[in-house]
């Protein structure tokens, strides 16, 4: 039989039983008939939908690599701040330690590699065919925006973990990032520079820009903002400062921040005002103990939640005010009996409280996850000006957001390194268990350091990586370097 590389063979197929459309359930497991799905748009939108699906399902028959919200963990238990309390339970143990992404066979490595291209294999039938689909204009640019959108989305997830760090003080970065793949094909193809990656990302959310509006079905879809949110991200990457602030500002457009109360409130209700995209865990589509909140949650009643629970990182935790609502979202006595655990589950120093789902224990899995929220945007802009030197703008964005977590805040008067640092500390506590911190080491080209704090040895193993050593570079997955020849490895 003939080989097709994983890249391609991902990349060249639709996304068969996503969505609860006829067409798709009468049509041949494991593909559907491209000119079918996007006839009209409303069999278009129904094969959109099978492509966010395709983002919260299990891949490599593992319950603990279920798409995205998976690597959201993998991408914070690989930093300092998610920590693993004890080795009690496996899951995500590769993956602290450095072995899973740095192994060619190991589902930590291959997870992202299979989904974000199976998500671009999907986009790609859906960019390429949208135009001939019956229905009105606004409706094929609803399409096409969304899918251009997620194709972004996947190749910029894909370089930052693939490819090497971006530098905007060597552009063009020569350096080798993912293979470009833009249209349904079997083609072996290699791998495109890092500048070539981010050049296409930047182009596709350009032109997603154009085709959407603010108006959507349901918040697990992308729009406009969610566009800006995206840009703002890549230019914030790519040290292109003054399009972050000004992405950022524009993303938030229309949101509110939550109040301290419903900072309290679990971090699973897709509803609350500040979520600008996330995945609505519906009913029918639950992943039960492979779900987000299964590793995450400080109540989930399973032997995950009960014998290993989350922590934060003890240094981090001890410098946030205990006038801040975000103090109360882990629970440092390991002996207080007001943190929520399951019946028979461990109470642990710097215990995670901040996903709950409703009920004590909670015997389901039905909460919604967290994409992108208005307080990231905050940050970026914050982060941007002060990288600008525009501290005074800066420290207004910073303040704009973290007076409505700590009312006791004032604005703060530095400058300079002394800014960025207080502007990276609230992302680490803002952000925490959202899936930021590894690739927020990576791109500000920081070192991982793991020392002085609440880390359990026997889990972590690594507690140091220079930064820019070969590390923070995933491995290409075995199954792509034996089938596709175009391919090489990253330094081993």
């Known amino acids: 039989m003939k080989k097709i590389h994983l890249t391609l063979a991902l990349a060249a197929g639709l996304l068969a039983g996503a969505c609860k459309q006829d067409y798709l359930d009468t049509a041949p497991t494991g593909s559907v008939d491209a000119a079918a799905a996007y006839a009209t748009t409303k069999n278009a939108t129904a094969a959109i939908n099978g492509i966010y699906r395709a983002m919260v399902v299990r891949y490599l028959d593992s319950q603990g690599h279920f798409g995205h919200p998976a690597m959201m963990i993998i991408n914070d238990v690989l930093g300092e ?128 820009a154009t085709l959407l509006t603010s108006t959507r079905p349901y918040k697990s879809h992308i729009n406009l903002e969610v566009i800006r949110g995206f840009q703002a991200r890549v230019a914030l990457t790519q040290q292109n400062w003054a399009d972050a602030a000004k992405f950022a500002a524009q993303a938030r457009t229309g949101y509110s921040l939550m109040t301290t109360a419903q900072y309290q409130e679990g971090f699973a209700d897709i509803a609350n005002p500040e979520w600008m995209w996330g995945f609505d865990h519906i009913e029918d589509q639950t992943e039960y103990f492979g779900a987000f909140h299964s590793y995450m949650s400080a109540n989930f009643n399973s032997t995950n939640i009960r014998v290993t629970p989350k922590l934060i990182n003890s240094k981090l935790y001890d410098q946030i005010p205990t006038t801040d609502v975000r103090s109360k979202m882990w629970v440092k006595s390991p002996n207080t009996t007001n943190s929520v655990v399951p019946t028979g589950g461990i109470r642990v120093a710097y215990l995670n409280q901040k996903f709950r789902l409703p009920g004590t224990p909670s015997t389901s899995t039905m909460g919604d996850v967290p994409y992108m929220r208005v307080a990231e945007m905050y940050l970026i802009e914050a982060e941007a000006q002060a990288r600008l030197g525009n501290s ?41 268990g959202e899936g930021f911190r590894f690739t927020d080491l990576k791109r500000t080209n920081q070192p991982l350091n793991r020392n002085g704090a609440n880390v359990n040895t026997a889990v972590a193993v690594l507690f140091d990586v220079a930064a820019g050593d070969n590390q923070w570079e995933f491995l290409i997955p075995r199954r792509e370097i034996n089938a596709n020849a175009a391919i090489v490895q990253n330094p081993l």
Do not use: C, M
């Open 392 to 432: 005074a703008a800066s420290a207004t964005a910073l303040y704009d957001l973290i007076s409505k977590r700590d009312a006791a805040y004032t604005k703060s008067t530095k400058t300079g390194t002394a800014l960025v640092d207080e502007i990276l500390f609230h992302r680490r506590v803002e952000l925490w």
């Open 81 to 208: 701040d998610v920590i693993i309390s004890n080795t009690s339970n496996n899951w995500h143990l590769a993956e602290t330690r450095w072995q899973a992404h740095r192994s060619e066979t190991s589902a930590g490595d291959q997870l992202g590699y299979q989904l974000y291209y199976r998500l671009i294999g999907n986009a790609n039938v859906a960019i390429a065919n949208i135009d001939n689909a019956t229905g009105t204009p606004a409706e094929r640019n609803q399409v096409k925006g969304e899918a251009l959108g997620l194709r972004a989305f996947s190749y910029f997830n894909l370089v930052q973990l693939y490819g090497k760090r971006y530098n905007a003080a060597t552009i063009p970065n020569s350096q080798l990032g993912v293979p470009l793949i833009l249209v349904p094909t079997t083609t072996g193809q290699a791998r495109a520079t890092v500048e070539e990656v981010y050049t296409q990302i930047n182009k596709d959310l350009a032109d997603a």
